[in-house]
């Protein structure tokens, strides 16, 4: 029996992409792979479906997640998309489905890639083509398998793929197994399709954490009988090499498990640091909406000033008028103005007194109604601390003469906008106890028809 040919470490064939298409829940998924990959994640997060497809893929094997023990997953559930909803919508894809399956490797000495892959297309639940295929001096880029336009993606048959361009001849896609068989020659793989399907199936299903002497004797090592010293240093050599990599696997695994926990303490960090910000802002915020009310109240003041100071104005502007017509009439007059015109200038200010007065008094008069108005307010009102005492003294004594005009119009302003706030709170509240009792009046007469259904039923 002829020894099998020892390749170095830098002329095996090593896998640097994976594309899925329309495989499971992936639509259209480029993977990255480099040297050992480690595939991580919670469980449904898609695992076993990578390696579903690969195995698939490279050996045409079926027998998928055989370490879960699901029975539940076959081709045709992963290219439709099955969810195990119930309903209508159990499945992603409906009607006709074209998946793909693509593995891109690096040959090195060949000096170039090469691409394998399956194509699976579904026109019903029952009509379907499997197609493997191996383009070589090719990679993934140069095939179109799918596009994608504005979000849209679209998957083509296996009669328009194009590889660099070119379509490709229906001659090169073969049946599973003619290609499988050509997918592990062109990988470099010598045993057979059968043979290492099993093999991936084991390896599969084997948990090499419990029995890392076993997993290589039974999933690594290839079975051959043993007929010199060297084939038992080879089979050592080819233990040690894989065991090496375990134990490399299994501290890459260590050390992901410390970056991951690192990485949960620093997004928990994160988190607490957005809701103290988040809190910051609150207040921030806050503070600028009870200094724009202020201020608000402010303007409210100088307005009300403004508006007295415009009176007073007038009232000034009036007299000095008076003034100056009195000023005039006694220049024109050289000596004294008669009794008369000066007696008539007394009445006539006496008359503007008098109607200033009487001005006065009715104001004094609706200033006191309001006094008792609001006192009225006050006895069932709640300020709910809004109005300190000051301003509830002011407010509830607005017709005397205890505090100046200042501290009555600022008082009463920010009394009016507390009522006002509490208006809209209460128009609010009547809109919701109507709807509620709209409801309570529907329920009232859904129970008097379930009585009265009853009644009659008994």
Known sequence: MSKPIMLSENSRKSATKLLLVNWSRFSNVPIALEGSTLFTGVNGSGKSTILDAMTYMLTGNTQFNKAALDRDRNVVSYVRGDTKSEGKNRFIREGEVTSYIAMEFWAPLENQYLVVGVCIEYVNGTSNTKKWFV?????????????????????????????????????????????????????????????????????????????????????????????????????????????????????????????????????????????????????????????????????????????????QLEDLTEKRKNALDRKINAEKNELLCSIEEITKSLESSISAIEKEIEKYKKALEELQLLETRIREIMDWFETDGELTDKDVAVIENIAETTFNVDEKVAAFIKFKNIVSEKKANYQTDKVHISDRIEEIKQELEEIQEKISRETLIN
Request: net charge positive; aromatic share 8%; with cysteine.
């Open 135 to 311: 383009f070589k001096d090719t990679r993934i880029d140069d095939c179109r398998f799918y596009t994608v336009k504005e979000k849209e993606v679209t998957v083509y048959p296996r009669h328009e793929l194009t590889v660099k361009g070119k379509k490709v001849p229906a001659g090169e896609f073969m049946n599973r197994d003619k290609g499988t068989e050509q997918v592990l020659r062109a990988l470099g793989l010598r045993c057979g399709v059968e043979k290492y399907r099993a093999k991936l199936v084991k390896m599969m299903a084997f948990n090499p954490e419990n029995n890392i002497d076993k997993f290589i004797q039974e999933c690594v090592l290839d079975e051959h009988p043993i007929r010199s010293m060297s084939d038992i240093r080879e089979h050592r050599n080819h233990y040690n090499e894989a065991k090496k990599v375990y134990e490399e696997l299994a501290n890459g695994k260590i050390q992901l498990e410390v970056v991951q926990s690192k990485i949960a303490d620093y997004e928990a960090s994160e988190r607490k640091y957005e809701v103290r910000r988040i809190l910051l802002l609150y207040q921030e915020t806050k503070w600028h909406q009870e200094h724009r009310v202020q201020l608000e109240e402010k303007i409210d003041v100088d307005k009300a000033k403004l508006h007295q100071l415009q009176s």
